[in-house]
């Protein structure tokens, strides 16, 4: 096995063996469900409490800067757009001559299945990416985008992001079937 079949290899398994498996059946429910008040969500545009909301189309996804302090719950759906978004879209972007993802002018999904839709999507073009990597390649800073470290330092960072976010989603999906103790 090649380092960066090696490195895809850490995350894919984790994907299809946990996180991927974790988000089948997601309800547009479970994906707006905000567990305490004041979380920071995906809205449909012009109802965010926020004051820099991020995204092109219908849906933004809240944000403020600075960050508030402590920083605030966020719902599965802001996660999953974390993750498209600021974890592999600009990646998958910079690095592997995908589309050029940009937090304020993306369009959010609106719905658990197209978020689903977007995430599949984004890591299917970041794993072919990093799998097509040679040794050269690993070793280097990219050649694009602002991280000047080794490219497999940001594959290793990538990793740690999708399987920190996910086991955050995952845990928010057992805190909604289990509401007041009642299994859903």
């Known amino acids: 096995m090649t380092s960066s079949e090696q490195l895809s290899e850490q995350l894919d398994w984790h994907w299809r063996r946990n996180l991927r498996p974790r988000l089948e059946g997601l309800t547009d429910e479970e994906y707006f469900w905000e567990p305490v008040r004041d979380c920071w969500s995906v809205r449909p545009r012009s109802t965010s409490a926020q004051p820099m909301p991020e995204g092109s189309g219908e849906w933004t996804m809240d944000h403020a800067f600075p960050e508030p302090v ?38 959010y999904a609106g ?28 070793e280097n800073p990219p050649a694009v985008g602002p991280e000047r470290f080794p490219m497999a330092n940001r594959i290793l960072h990538v990793n740690r992001e999708l399987i920190h976010h996910g086991a955050e989603i995952s845990l928010l ?12």
């Open 111 to 138: 719905t658990a299945d197209k978020a689903l839709n977007q995430l599949d999507d984004m890591y299917r073009r970041w794993n072919a990416g990093v799998r097509g990597l040679s040794d050269a390649d690993l």
């Open 70 to 107: 402590p920083a605030p719950v966020t719902t599965i759906a802001w996660r999953l757009a974390h993750i498209i978004v600021s974890c592999l879209g600009y990646r998958v972007g910079w690095y592997f001559g995908g589309p050029d993802v940009d937090s304020e002018t993306f369009a």
């Open 173 to 184: 999906r057992d805190l909604y079937r289990r509401q007041d103790g009642v299994r859903r």
